[in-house]
């Protein structure tokens, strides 16, 4: 078996990776309504995703299910399409106890699908599906480092537009969940699979 910091680094490097813009793209637009007081929000919904995909990877590790990648490969941008129009549709501020109920349940459900688009490769890792413990605990955690890392930038970012620059928060979420729904709907025709 590979050690713990193999799949730490593997998993960190997952989320890093621009090549891979999908999931930053997903990040970007879960939390293109939220502000910087709201961190404790943005935590748990990064945290929902992270458990979704960390079950899916076990799920399908132990061969538990399959799904076509090219059902997936349009799966992932229709996850951020719909985030991106929840944004823009809902009415409610966001932080409201039901909201977050409703965005964590979003994001833990997207989380089991993106995690079906690493699933065969981190599968493929594994020498002995047995002994999955050590690789998911080391994967999962790189990529909530990796995720946390790149939501601090996201975060960052908004900072600066909404409380230097003066943007109204309302036209930044509409700008951000637009590009984001944009470039989603790309994606997605890209990789329709009928």
């Not at 890093?16 to 293109?32: K, P, R, W």
């Not at 020498?127 to 955690?141: E, R």
Request: aromatic share 14%; net charge positive; hydrophobic share 55%.
């Amino acid at each position: 078996m590979l050690p713990f910091p193999f799949y730490l680094k593997l998993g960190f490097q997952h989320i890093s990776n621009l090549a891979g813009y999908d999931h930053i793209l997903f990040l970007i637009a879960l939390c293109a309504v939220y502000r910087i007081q709201q961190w404790r929000n943005i935590l748990i919904l990064v945290t929902a995703f992270t458990i979704g995909h960390s079950v899916t990877l076990a799920l399908a590790s132990l061969d538990a299910f399959t799904i076509p990648s090219k059902i997936i490969k349009f799966l992932i941008p229709a996850t951020i399409f719909i985030t991106a129009l929840h944004n823009v549709l809902s009415h409610q501020p966001s932080g409201q106890t039901s909201k977050m109920g409703r965005n964590y349940l979003m994001a833990l459900f997207f989380g089991f699908i993106h995690g079906m688009d690493f699933s065969n490769y981190f599968k493929a890792l594994l020498m002995d599906p047995a002994s999955i413990v050590v690789p998911l605990l080391g994967f999962n955690l790189g990529i909530e480092l990796g995720q946390l890392l790149v939501v601090l930038f996201i975060v960052g970012i908004a900072f600066l537009f909404l409380n230097v620059i003066g943007v109204k928060h309302r036209e930044w979420n509409v700008f951000v969940s637009g590009a984001a729904a944009g470039l989603s709907l790309i994606s997605m025709m890209e990789n329709r699979f009928w």
